[in-house]
């Protein structure tokens, strides 16, 4: 049985594991997308990837087995998720541009402090309580997308506002957290 700290440096965890997974049903869900035109299949896939992000937090802090791999793999595996299937969602929905751009700048801008945090203190940070919401909302007003296929405009712009929103405050709140860290170690 490993010890807490020896999970830090572990690769092969079933956490892990189900983040590499969720990266290779990315391209599963691009094709149901964009190819079959098979939304329902799309929601069902990208529903799939949702539950198992869920499991793998669940399984790594209730079985110790939470890893310095795991901490960045999962969130890479959340973003290039997110950013996939609302690029997927643009073609349909052009106010989809909106999160998608602040996704990339949100996660560029977070991802260079992050790597100077671990840099200059040799920590690896994890999420926190406002990028799981971001994360949840995001998951929630796509597979709404998917299902309701003739959302009216305002129920879809209000709900890409909100998710717009709420990923801005996001950033903000992880760009303070990573200047307070290297502040406070510098």
Known sequence: MCSENQF???IFTIPNLLSAFRLL?????VWAYCIKKAY???AGVLLLSGLTDMADGFIARR???ISDLGKMLDPIA??????AMLFCLVTRFPMMWFPLILLAVKEISVG??????????????GAVWHGKVTTTLLYIM??????????PNIVSNAMIAICFAVMLLSGVLYGRRNIKFLIMKG
């Open 142 to 151: 796509m597979l709404i997308h998917l299902v309701w296929f003739n959302i």
């Open 25 to 29: 049903l990315i391209p599963v869900f």
């Open 112 to 125: 260079i402090s992050s790597l100077f945090v671990i840099r200059k203190s040799g920590v690896v940070t």
């Open 40 to 42: 329902l299949l799309t």
């Open 8 to 10: 830090e440096k572990k």
């Open 63 to 65: 079985f110790h087995m």
């Open 78 to 83: 959340d973003k290039l998720t997110q950013a």
